[in-house]
């Protein structure tokens, strides 16, 4: 049966919002998921400044680590020097050497976490 | 020493049933697969810090560390503090992103990152193998401890920890191993640190004698013990292998993988290297004051007992007796703890490598999780076992250093390379762990069969973190640089997931 009343109007489908594209802070995470040129760019930019950070933690320690046997073998006098009556060796690596870890290990966090949220603010805002 | 043995035995008797109890608690709670894994997940920085602690802190911690500092003196110092800064390292080079790769162990993240079975079982036959590595000390110092406060022949302490580890960890799997370990770690320092301060008291009050020691190289840093001893080049190798072994240890990353995101992963080293410090102040206690109580051991007497002999020297009677019992009881729970962290992991490995594998084969598919894990337990302890029953003992901490060289050696470089640098390749990363795993098995081996070597040979083959670490990094760099073409794909992908904030929404994260 063929319907014999005026032919309905044609209506167009289009989208009023076509050139406002999606919200940017889903974007930049979708560069960096699909590997587009500027993904990499961010990609890099964070890795760089992340091994920056870890490898002058690294430095620090090698430079305390691997310093102090340089120290008491260069100034002898340090190996039998006392501090409140216990061997200068022994105070540093029995004692001193923890706390500082410690501290060094809480600042490097909180770069960290601090490089992250730029970043998440770079990528969130663009 | 009757009262002795019977506190000493209630001690041990106790820890043992504590573990296998907390373990079949955890058992009701675990149901799925990634339960017995990674205890869900849902573990909290707080508690994830103390159980590493716990579960880090080994006989060689609690016995070898004194043992060594008594018997070879201030040079030996280093050992804690290249256990520590292991953690350093670990944090800052691998900590977030090893938990943001979302992989359960580190053949997961080697398979994950190389997109490569080849490589997955070369990781997972150097897990197994540095497990058990590290396994073999555990039981040695069950026998020690047994041994010495019970008087028991050396077998019986070794049987007892397998058979307690097989079951803690078959029973439960990982999320009562994270009670537990946690629990242990504050057992742990108590044990330890109780008796030291009564000792340290005593000793201040009998006017602070300071140790009889006839040998300078005990006193003063850096001294040779031999006319070509090397004693600087032994303490930068010791501290290479400890500082990048940390990472490579089959039960140290897996815990990792129990912090809720990257965040929690680094908060949690900070914890880690905090509770490890506090412990690893006491140690050197036990080992000066050993020498001012005890100057000499009798020939066949090993160091690392100085620990549980000194309050007897030293006190003596009930409360001697009385402390006795309580190291005895702290050595136990960190042997345990050790043992069952590190049975956990290669008992993981060998699970998914070799028996869930075969049972899907067998039944179909249809075998339970559970069921392959318990099967896996049990191999996972009794190969080291059965080397406890046929090698002559060496020290403690001497033993747990080789298994700390061979992880340095394979896992540091394949780490940081695979979470840094995008160019490594599945040549390059096959290369690195063969060469870092065969030059640092052969040299240790030589060195302990063969050896004592005199001078640099001697040093070179005992020591070799210091050339087997950068030579299986060049290496793996070298090779890697050469064959372009088996860079795995999805690398960026993958390196975008490790290195990206969890709070930014990525699709690949919703993958694992």
Redesign the interface.
């Known amino acids: 049966m063929t319907t014999t009343g005026p032919r309905p109007t044609r209506i167009r489908v289009t989208s009023s919002r076509r050139g406002a594209g999606r919200p940017t ?2 974007s930049i ?2 560069d ?2 699909e ?1 587009t040129g500027l ?2 760019v961010y ?1 890099a930019g ?2 760089r400044a ?2 920056r ?2 490898a002058l ?2 430095g620090l ?1 090698f430079l305390g ?2 310093g102090f ?1 340089v120290l ?2 260069a100034v002898p006098a340090t ?2 020097l006392t501090i409140l ?1 216990l ?1 200068f ?2 105070v540093v ?3 001193l ?3 500082a ?2 501290v ?3 600042w ?2 909180r770069q ?2 601090k490089i ?2 730029d ?2 603010d770079v ?2 805002q663009q | 020493m009757a009262e002795s043995s019977t506190l000493s035995l209630f001690a041990v008797t106790l820890v043992c049933l504590l573990t296998l109890v907390v373990g079949g608690l955890g058992l009701r709670l675990s149901r799925a697969t990634s339960d017995f894994y990674v205890a869900g997940r849902t573990v909290s920085p707080r508690l994830n810090a103390s159980a590493i602690g716990g579960e880090y802190l080994s006989a060689a911690s609690f016995l070898g560390v004194a043992g060594l500092i008594y018997d070879i003196g ?1 040079d030996q ?2 050992l804690p ?1 290249g256990y ?2 292991g ?3 670990l ?3 691998v900590a ?1 992103p090893m938990r943001r790769s979302g992989a359960y162990t580190l053949p997961d993240f080697a398979e994950m990152r190389l997109q490569s079975r080849r490589v997955r079982l070369i990781a997972s036959i150097l897990v197994v193998g540095i497990g058990w590595l590290y396994l073999v000390p555990q039981f040695q110092g069950a026998s020690l401890v047994l041994t010495i406060v019970a008087g028991v022949p050396g077998w019986v302490g070794g049987t007892v920890v397998a058979v307690v580890v097989a079951l803690a960890v078959g029973a439960g799997g990982m999320r009562s191993i994270t009670f537990v370990q946690a629990l242990q770690y504050w057992i742990k320092l108590t044990a330890i640190a109780v008796p030291a301060c009564i000792l340290l008291v005593l000793w201040l009050r009998s006017g ?1 004698p300071h140790p009889n020691v006839a040998d300078p190289s005990w ?4 001294t040779p013990r031999g006319p070509d001893d090397h004693p ?1 080049y032994r ?2 190798s010791m ?1 290479i292998a400890l ?1 990048l072994g940390t990472m490579g240890l089959p039960h140290v990353l897996v815990r990792y993988y129990t912090n809720p995101d990257g ?1 929690g992963a ?2 949690t ?2 914890t880690v ?2 509770l ?3 412990f ?2 006491i140690p ?1 206690i036990y080992g000066v004051l050993g020498r001012v109580h005890l100057p000499e051991l009798p020939l066949d007497v090993r160091p690392d007992s100085i620990v549980l002999r000194l309050p007897n020297a030293v006190i003596g009677g009930l409360t001697g007796e009385l402390l006795t019992a309580v190291l005895a009881g702290g050595a136990f729970a960190a042997l345990l703890s050790t043992a069952s962290g590190v049975a956990m992991s290669v008992t993981g490995v060998i699970d998914q490598s070799l028996v869930r594998p075969y049972l899907a084969r067998v039944t179909g598919g249809d075998a339970t999780g559970p069921l392959g894990f318990r099967i896996a337990a049990a191999a996972s302890v009794i190969v080291p076992y059965a080397v406890t029953r046929v090698i002559e003992p060496i020290g403690l901490a001497t033993m747990v250093l080789l298994a700390f060289t061979v992880a340095a050696a394979t896992f540091a470089p394949l780490l940081i390379l695979g979470v ?1 640098w995008r160019d490594l390749t599945r040549a390059g990363a096959i290369a690195g762990l063969v060469v870092g795993a065969f030059t640092a098995l052969v040299s240790i081996g030589v060195s302990i069969t063969a050896g004592p070597f005199e001078g640099w040979l001697g040093a070179l083959l005992a020591t070799p973190a210091a050339w087997c670490v950068p030579l299986a990094a060049v290496v793996a760099i070298v090779v890697s640089l050469a064959t372009p073409k088996s860079t795995p794909p999805g690398t ?2 993958l ?2 997931r490790l ?3 969890e ?6 994260r919703s993958l694992d």
């Open positions: 802070s889903q995470a979708r960096l998921d590997q993904g990499d990609l964070l890795m992340q091994f950070l870890s933690v690294v320690a680590i691997g046997p008491l073998l190996r039998s009556g061997p060796p022994w690596l029995g004692i050497v923890y706390p870890a410690w060094i290990a809480r490097y966090v960290a976490e992250e949220s970043f998440a990528v969130g | 201030v110092l280093w503090v520590t800064l953690y350093l390292v944090l800052v080079m977030a602070a006193h003063l840093a850096l600087t303490v930068y501290m500082c965040l680094r908060r080293t900070v290297l905090l490890l410090g506090i690893y102040l050197p840094w960026i992908r390196l975008v290195h990206t904030p709070r930014i929404d990525l699709r690949s």
